[in-house]
């Protein structure tokens, strides 16, 4: 078993989406047919690593067991039942209290979809001076923006991400937390600011990834149409752009440390763009390095895996075989 646990805090009530949540637990809303916030975050812990996890539960708990019993895809699930809502602090500490000893943990909000690194974040935590790190994100406006100058207006920017970083809802922790006086409350606002002050507070940055608390029926429709042609990889995802009868164009995304399985396509004949990142395509007889404004040909039957050094996105521009794809060694667990 894993030496890091993972919770998730599940418990809820999620008032802005009602009338929806007043059935479905609001980890349990589907951002793809089938798929639901609380499939994407188990499926991101069991590809870091983690393989247990506990689910910090309140409103509508049973309905949340009920899906995922006692183990989800090869994760080990336990439940941690808040009987009345005091807050974040009260469900986290209740969760502390369960796992064993000072074993250390990443702890998510139950509704935020984000494409972060989770075993990097682990990695860094366990040697940070810190006994907790925040992961951050830089903020994207809810708005467009319009620029001025003198008595003019020059420009307007539809949503732009702002030089201003919040907190991205997950948490690593070395150990158990000194939670002090506190009992109740929202973790955020009693137990992180104290911390802060006597500079017992990391963070985790991760810039330029998909990042959506989904707290509102608008949130939901942006996660839902991000979701319409994409799909969850062990190492990333994978998104639809293009698809006609001429030609198809991918999206991947790589996270720094992951492949691709090593596979190879019997058909289709395609490009790789490098919009974004760094690492090297493994052929059979060598390796191809590549970062960003790179071009890469892979023909049929050319067996390789993309390796990512950093978070890479790329367009891979190809003849239109969606399916076409033969693993030879896949390095995750599906």
Known sequence: MSKTAGMI??????KRL???????PKPLVEIKKGYTILDKQLFDFKNAGVDQVFLLTGFLSDKIQKRYGDEYKGVKIEYVEEKKPLGTLNAIKLGMDVIDGNKQCIIRNGDVVADLNLKKMIYLGERSDYPLSIFITKMQSPYGIVEVSGDRLVSFKEKPILDYYINGGVYFSRGSLDFGDFDVGD?????FPMMAKENHLGYYKEDGLFWMAIDTSKELEEIQKEYQNREDKP?????????????????????????????????????MYIVNGAGYIEFEDR???????????????KRHSIVAMENTILHEVSTPHLDDTVRINDFYTR
């Open 235 to 271: 190492w990333g995802y994978e998104k639809v752009l293009i698809n006609t009868d001429k030609y198809l164009t991918k999206e991947l995304f790589i996270k720094e440390g992951y492949q691709t399985s090593f596979h190879y396509h019997e058909k289709k004949d395609e490009t």
């Open 287 to 301: 390796k191809e390095y590549f970062g960003k404004n790179d071009t890469i040909r892979i023909e049929p039957e």
């Open 187 to 191: 973790i955020e606002k009693t137990l």
């Open 9 to 14: 805090l599940c418990g809820g009530f999620g």
């Open 18 to 24: 009602r009338p929806l949540t007043e059935t479905v």
